[in-house]
Nanobody
Framework: VQLQAFGGGLVQAGGSLRLSCAAS????????MGWFRQAPGKEREFVAA????????DYADSVKGRFTISRDNAKNTLYLQMNSLKPEDTAVYYC?????????????????WGQGTLVTVSS
């Protein structure tokens, strides 16, 4: 599976962005997917995960209630809708896939990573 994330940019605090991740490969609909992020000077951290069907999701506490992960298997695309953005959400966001139908919150569970897209939230 090859992944390409896009949709990042500069937004003011309180604003919204939607990230997309285009996936190639015939197994997309069988993969659990996730979003991770890495802020400057910090380790990469879990943001959200979704299972193969889209009916099961999981979120980091820091984004729960503000971010929504979803997927369109017909379009081989993963999404992350980000609302009420805060300066601390500033990071490079990575989409990722695993050879398992369930989502996961640990980096080691994922085999495929996109190149990342930068989100900058100004105060």
């Amino acid at each position: 599976v090859q992944l390409q994330a896009f949709g990042g940019g500069l937004v003011q605090a309180g604003g919204s962005l939607r990230l997309s991740c285009a996936a190639s490969g015939r197994t997309f609909s069988s993969n659990g997917m996730g979003w991770f992020r890495q802020a400057p000077g910090k380790e990469r951290e879990f943001v959200a995960a979704i299972n193969w069907s889209g009916y099961s999701t999981d979120y980091a506490d820091s984004v729960k209630g503000r971010f929504t992960i979803s997927r369109d298997n017909a379009k081989n695309t993963l999404y992350l809708q980000m609302n009420s953005l805060k300066p601390e959400d500033t990071a490079v966001y990575y989409c990722t896939a695993r050879p398992n139908r369930r989502g996961g919150s640990y980096q080691r569970e994922y085999d495929y990573w996109g190149q990342g897209t930068l989100v900058t939230v100004s105060s």
